[in-house]
């Protein structure tokens, strides 16, 4: 997809004619920026707005720049946008240090690596540095603080017909879409993705009235369904190879497919029909689990978040720890960011130059010595508490970074305390955002190597910090997979992955004897594993071999006060291995 930065004058032209006279230099513009993407423009108006490119009061652009090209697919860009609608509101909202502008750059940066002209993102600056500038503050800010009564700073959302924001209560939950397939092979990776929940498969075709007639109630269908399944359009008249392959003969045909089997088949417009067999459809594939008749308080909680290290160090002693590289310019970036996020909080600090830092740290991979690495990677940790710089990552070919990183940690013979910790903890941020946590549960390369470092990690029983830190990523991991089994599509985790795992993990807790932290968050990570899994799968099979329930009990002896060794033991691993 095509990104464009648009550039509009507020001033209308009067900035350009009179600002030398008033300001004392130059300045073309007072410049409003939004970016176009996929038919859509995307700008910062006190929430996050979408409308129809130039349809909003202040008409045209002045400028259209074409930044590049994103080969990222909407869902992905919809969720870092929801990222960002939690930094950019209403509330946060700065004329000089939190504007329209930054948020163009924010959202630049992840899509192409890149963000907007430097002249545009600094105006602000420039004109406070200003005598006029520093007069007319004041007065400007009492207006911006009038405007964001009113909801909004430029009144785009109110006066913008088709304009859209999303409520802070759906931020992170996306309503289902019907997905348009033109080829089998579309088809079939769609019903594959889905085969562990269920699939509708709509056919129709460009002469169908009565199939046009279905659409409005199809789309609504999938918003329900939201990610519990997926509802797909294939028109036969253009996508010849998969009308013939489902011997479809007429128009509208319905097929649906539950647990990746065909499971009915009908045709016609019937909107009562095609409404009630995919509702029952959805209950089929997700019927209410055993576990939820447990007395499960802790893994019933749906507002339970992955664990996140927030800690910032003195960044002075931090850097200085570093010798010269601390003196790159990617280096200060990041810590100029983080300073701002700090103090100021999110809305004040604007993403450094990610392509430059993620340069560095893959250089500093070969070339810093083992003993000072961590302080590279410390310094990561901190920036990754921001879902944007996780999310920019997530983003990144192949993880090179990340990837690059682990694979160096789990190769030494003997890894330093503070680089394996540091490490583990830089590992627990990526979850920061969801980008980043769907990548670890589909990604085979990424996921073995996190599996790597929290195996070792485990074994080492002179530090406790390992093993809790460990413990953390384990349940991240675990968090992220029990989040798709509940709410779709579905065990994103393999299944010779989970028993891997918790295998792992059994062997730590039958080890652990010294740090109730560490014991209660293998605990946690063995229970997200485990809560609401199929009865009758493999990992059911192995804790029933490896009588976890009753391996989990033995721990009172030395924790006599952990309460979670009894809701994980007996109720999760007890009574919910034994129902059926």
């Known amino acids: 997809?095509?990104?464009?930065?648009?550039?509009?004058?507020?001033?209308?032209?009067?900035?350009?004619?009179?600002?030398?006279?008033?300001?004392?230099?130059?300045?073309?513009?007072?410049?409003?920026?939004?970016?176009?993407?996929?038919?859509?423009?995307?700008?910062?108006?006190?929430?996050?707005?979408?409308?129809?490119?130039?349809?909003?009061?202040?008409?045209?652009?002045?400028?259209?720049?074409?930044?590049?090209?994103?080969?990222?697919?909407?869902?992905?860009?919809?969720?870092?946008?929801?990222?960002?609608?939690?930094?950019?509101?209403?509330?946060?909202?700065?004329?000089?240090?939190?504007?329209?502008?930054?948020?163009?750059?924010?959202?630049?940066?992840?899509?192409?690596?890149?963000?907007?002209?430097?002249?545009?993102?600094?105006?602000?600056?420039?004109?406070?540095?200003?005598?006029?500038?520093?007069?007319?503050?004041?007065?400007?800010?009492?207006?911006i603080h009038a405007n964001k009564r009113g909801g909004g700073i430029l009144g785009i959302q109110q006066n913008t017909p088709g304009s859209t924001s999303k409520p802070k209560a759906q931020l992170h939950h996306h309503e289902g879409k019907v997905h348009n397939v033109t080829s089998l092979q579309e088809l079939q990776?769609?019903?594959?993705?889905?085969?562990?929940?269920?699939?509708?498969?709509?056919?129709?075709?460009?002469?169908?009235?009565?199939?046009?007639?279905?659409?409005?109630?199809?789309?609504?269908?999938?918003?329900?369904?939201?990610?519990?399944?997926?509802?797909?359009?294939?028109?036969?008249?253009?996508?010849?190879?998969?009308?013939?392959?489902?011997?479809?003969?007429?128009?509208?045909?319905?097929?649906?497919?539950?647990?990746?089997?065909?499971?009915?088949?009908?045709?016609?417009?019937?909107?009562?029909?095609?409404?009630?067999?995919?509702?029952?459809?959805?209950?089929?594939?997700?019927?209410?689990?055993?576990?939820?008749?447990?007395?499960?308080?802790?893994?019933?909680?749906?507002?339970?978040?992955?664990?996140?290290?927030?800690?910032?160090?003195?960044?002075?002693?931090?850097?200085?720890?570093?010798?010269?590289d601390a003196e790159n310019p990617a280096v200060q970036g990041v810590k100029h960011f983080i300073e701002a996020r700090s103090q100021d909080g999110p809305a004040e600090a604007t993403l450094p130059d990610m392509a430059a830092f993620t340069t560095f740290v893959r250089q500093s991979?070969?070339?810093?010595?083992?003993?000072?690495?961590?302080?590279?990677?410390?310094?990561?940790?901190?920036?990754?508490?921001?879902?944007?710089?996780?999310?920019?990552?997530?983003?990144?070919?192949?993880?090179?970074?990340?990837?690059?990183?682990l694979e160096h940690v789990n190769d030494l013979k003997e890894c330093p305390y503070a680089l394996r910790l540091v490490t583990l903890q830089m590992a627990c941020n990526l979850f920061s955002s969801q980008l980043y946590a769907d990548e670890?549960?589909?990604?085979?390369?990424?996921?073995?190597?996190?599996?790597?470092?929290?195996?070792?990690?485990?074994?080492?029983?002179n530090h406790n910090n390992v093993r809790v830190a460990a413990a953390s990523l384990l349940f991240n991991i675990a968090l992220a997979n029990s989040r798709k089994r509940q709410d779709g599509p579905g065990d994103v985790l393999p299944q010779d992955n989970q028993i891997e795992l918790a295998a792992s993990i059994l062997e730590a807790i039958a080890q652990e004897e010294s740090s109730g932290e560490a014991l209660e968050g293998m605990l946690l990570a063995l229970g997200y594993l485990a809560y609401r899994m199929p009865l009758d799968g493999e990992l059911s099979d192995l804790l029933r071999t490896m009588d976890a329930g009753n391996s989990i009990l033995e721990k009172e002896k030395a924790f006599p006060d952990m309460k979670l060794i009894d809701e994980v033991g007996s109720e999760l691993l007890g009574k919910g291995l034994n129902k059926s």
Not at 251 to 260: A, D, H
Not at 386 to 405: C, I, K, M, N, Q
């Open 1 to 143: 997809m095509d990104v464009h930065l648009l550039v509009y004058d507020l001033s209308r032209g009067l900035a350009k004619q009179m600002s030398a006279g008033l300001l004392g230099f130059q300045l073309d513009a007072v410049y409003h920026t939004s970016i176009q993407l996929n038919g859509r423009e995307y700008v910062y108006d006190g929430n996050i707005v979408s409308i129809i490119p130039g349809s909003s009061h202040l008409g045209r652009p002045l400028e259209e720049i074409y930044l590049g090209k994103t080969e990222l697919p909407m869902e992905v860009i919809e969720e870092y946008l929801d990222s960002l609608r939690e930094i950019y509101t209403i509330q946060t909202y700065d004329l000089w240090t939190h504007n329209c502008n930054n948020f163009s750059n924010d959202l630049a940066t992840f899509l192409l690596g890149k963000g907007i002209p430097d002249y545009i993102v600094n105006m602000p600056q420039t004109v406070l540095s200003s005598p006029m500038g520093q007069m007319l503050m004041p007065m400007l800010n009492q207006q």
């Open 189 to 324: 990776s769609l019903l594959e993705k889905f085969q562990n929940s269920c699939a509708v498969v709509f056919f129709t075709s460009a002469t169908c009235p009565p199939c046009k007639v279905l659409y409005p109630l199809y789309d609504q269908l999938a918003a329900e369904v939201g990610d519990k399944g997926v509802l797909i359009k294939v028109d036969v008249s253009a996508a010849f190879d998969v009308g013939s392959a489902y011997s479809v003969s007429a128009t509208p045909t319905f097929v649906t497919f539950l647990k990746g089997k065909q499971e009915n088949r009908w045709s016609g417009a019937d909107r009562g029909a095609l409404q009630g067999n995919v509702r029952l459809l959805v209950q089929m594939a997700w019927p209410a689990h055993a576990h939820q008749s447990l007395n499960l308080p802790t893994f019933s909680n749906p507002g339970t978040k992955p664990v996140l290290y927030t800690k910032v160090p003195p960044l002075e002693k931090l850097l200085a720890k570093m010798g010269s």
């Open 365 to 405: 991979i070969k070339n810093v010595p083992t003993d000072t690495l961590f302080t590279v990677v410390d310094l990561m940790r901190i920036g990754l508490v921001d879902p944007r710089f996780s999310g920019y990552l997530a983003e990144e070919v192949v993880h090179g970074t990340v990837t690059a990183l």
């Open 440 to 461: 670890v549960l589909s990604n085979d390369k990424l996921r073995t190597r996190l599996t790597q470092l929290v195996s070792a990690s485990f074994l080492d029983d």
